[in-house]
């Protein structure tokens, strides 16, 4: 399965590339407005690209009022991704949210590097979403955490229904010759390449700490077949494209291709039959 | 509004103009869109393509002027003839160029729509300011365009009688425009990394409202919004 990462692909300027993938996930609501940050927001480094957007998004009740049915009108199961400040904050968009039966699952960004992070633990935040939404909750994590596969189990057992393994990471560029951080904000949010190592030992280890029970879509720097399906081997159930989809639009349907045939050159009839592989310790 | 196309073309040539590069590209198919209208230009060695709006659009070739500010546009500059790079466009919104009374006001590299609007145009009264004499020569790819070097302000070569601006240049400049001429069409320039809508990297803010330039702008108080952007019409128009 090939998703967007969130606030990679807006679908309404966009659908067709939309509608390449197996599931929209729409950028982050907040309950509140949100006019995000400074700019510049984005500048390009070594290997990647860094952001600085803010999680600029119109509020849970104008995204209600006006994106969601411009959304339901694709005709294709989407996510939406959830932040906020406080786990009341999260609560509050997945119960209006979760009221749709058109939205699939939300997914909780607990991990955005660009706003001052959530007080609340990742586990608070997604109980407090589970008591009110029965919707498949993703938690979607960040790099930086010293224990990945702990908070993972922590956030499982407080009821999510799977995980998105990673979000960017933070990190700085500086101009040329003023040596002024690029971005407004100073530091951002990096994606791109350099990030695949990341994600793919976030995935292994959370696959690892959860023995493989909860799905988990991978992230991070993916740009062809190959390296979806090494996200896949390493414990993903599923893969969803970032920064690539920014200059190739065809990137859905490409990646799909060449992930069904890498799997097949090494004998999986299926992608999803390559889950996991990367822990059996006499493959290959 | 023509679909954007994303398509590989060679450098047909580059020259120099001043400071900046003109660099124009084989045109094949791609439409040329509306003056205003920009394309992404894939860098080689870059992972973020640039932004870039029309400069001349002439039968078998599209230019752009560029200002080597930085190591992509360096590299951009120093393309050689022959050698292949990727463009997705045209984006955005353009000028509306059916006004009756123009005026095209252009700052520093701003000045890079206004050949193509000039001769969309049928060229219209052109007042255009930089910094420096060498900025100026960029001056010659626009016919009778009136030119001051700073300390003079572009802004004051603006007559005092009704026009309809169109203006491209940088934020102060656009600024200083708009409270001098609130209804004039401005041009505005962000780091953006799709030109499609998805990144959110280009948001501005002007009169208390954000805007996403390349899907809202470039030109603001130009075209209204087409959206969306990348659907399945073109899809089908491409089969």
């Keep these: ?34 006019s995000g940050n400074p700019q510049p927001r984005l500048a390009e480094t070594d290997f990647g690209l860094l952001n600085s957007i803010g ?60 706003v001052d992070p959530a007080a609340a633990g990742a586990a608070e935040i997604v109980a407090a979403c589970r008591a009110v939404s029965d919707k498949p909750l993703y938690a979607k ?144 | 509004m023509a679909s954007p196309r994303r398509e590989q073309r060679r450098v047909g040539g580059s020259e120099r103009i001043g400071l900046y590069t003109l660099l124009r590209l084989e045109r094949g198919g791609l439409e040329a869109g509306l003056p205003g209208q920009f394309f992404m230009l894939d860098v080689p060695g870059h992972i973020m393509p640039r932004p870039f709006s029309i400069c001349l659009a002439e039968k078998d070739e599209l230019a752009f002027l560029i200002n080597p500010v930085g190591p992509a546009t360096r590299v951009l500059c120093e393309l050689e003839r022959g050698q292949k790079i990727g463009l997705f466009g045209p984006l955005g919104n353009g000028f509306r160029t059916d006004v009756k009374r123009p005026l095209l006001v252009g700052g520093g590299i701003g000045v890079a729509p206004f050949p193509y609007a000039a001769q969309v145009m049928g060229n219209p009264p052109v007042v255009l300011g930089f910094r420096t004499a060498r900025q100026a020569e960029a001056a010659q790819l626009v016919p009778k365009a009136e030119v001051c070097i700073e300390p003079q302000l572009v802004t004051e070569l603006i007559p005092g009688v009704p026009m309809d601006v169109l203006a491209c240049g940088p934020e102060p400049m656009l600024h200083a425009v708009h409270a001098l001429v609130p209804d004039a069409q401005l041009a505005w320039e962000a780091p953006m990394a799709c030109g499609f809508g998805a990144c959110y990297g280009c948001v501005v803010e002007l009169d208390g409202k954000s805007r996403r330039l390349c899907v809202e702008g470039p030109v603001l108080n130009g075209r209204p919004p087409a959206l969306p952007l990348i659907d399945d019409e073109e899809e089908e128009a491409e089969a």
Aim: aromatic share 4%; with cysteine; net charge negative.
């Design chain 1, 55 to 114: 999680l600029q998004n119109p509020g849970v009740e104008s995204f209600c009022a006006e994106i969601l049915p411009r959304l339901e009108e694709l005709g294709m199961p989407f996510w939406i991704s959830v932040g906020g400040a406080n786990a009341a904050d999260y609560a509050r968009v997945c119960e209006r949210i979760g009221e749709r039966e058109s939205v699939s699952a939300l997914e909780l960004n607990l991990s955005c590097p660009n």
């Design chain 1, 1 to 34: 399965m090939i998703l967007n990462a969130s606030g990679c692909l807006d679908a309404l300027t966009a659908p067709r590339v939309a509608r390449s993938l197996d599931i929209y996930v729409a950028k982050t609501i907040t309950p509140e407005p949100m």
């Design chain 1, 141 to 284: 994590l960040s790099p930086h955490l010293p224990d990945v596969a702990e908070v993972a189990t922590g956030v499982i057992e407080a009821g999510a229904s799977g995980l998105t393994l990673v979000n960017s990471l933070r990190g700085l560029v500086l101009d040329e010759w003023t040596l002024e951080p690029r971005l407004g904000r100073g530091v951002g949010g990096y994606s791109g390449a350099a990030m695949r190592p990341v994600a793919l030992a976030a995935v292994y280890l959370c696959y690892e700490a959860t023995k493989g029970a909860v799905p988990i879509v991978g992230v991070g720097g993916v740009q062809n077949g190959k390296q979806a399906l090494d996200l896949i081997a390493a414990g993903a159930s599923a893969v969803a494209l970032g920064s690539v989809l920014f200059g190739d639009l065809e990137a859905p349907e490409r990646v799909r291709t060449e992930l069904e045939q890498e799997a097949l050159a090494r004998g999986f009839e299926r992608p999803g039959e390559a889950r996991g592989a990367a822990h059996r310790p006499s493959a290959g």
